[in-house]
């Protein structure tokens, strides 16, 4: 029988750092590695930034902001 739900993508709200606070994560990133821990630092592609995220859920119900109107 076929699937009949509409298949979902997951979705996620990040926030993105700065130039200056992303080269001091990453600084943090590779100190760690250097001392043998487990990091992020072998990950250097641009999907891999640092971030904050928010939310992450299949079928967030993100919108379009609105605009008050002019008085």
Do not use: K
Request: charged letters at 15%; aromatic letters at 4%.
């Amino acid at each position: 029988m076929p699937d009949l739900e509409p298949r979902r993508s997951p979705s996620a709200a990040e926030l993105l750092f700065g130039p200056s606070a992303e080269a001091a994560i990453r600084a943090e990133w590779d100190a760690l590695a250097a001392a043998g821990m487990s990091s992020l630092a072998a990950h250097t592609s641009a999907s891999n930034r640092a971030h904050l995220t928010l939310v992450a859920r299949v079928g967030v119900p993100f919108s379009q902001p609105t605009r008050s109107p002019a008085s």
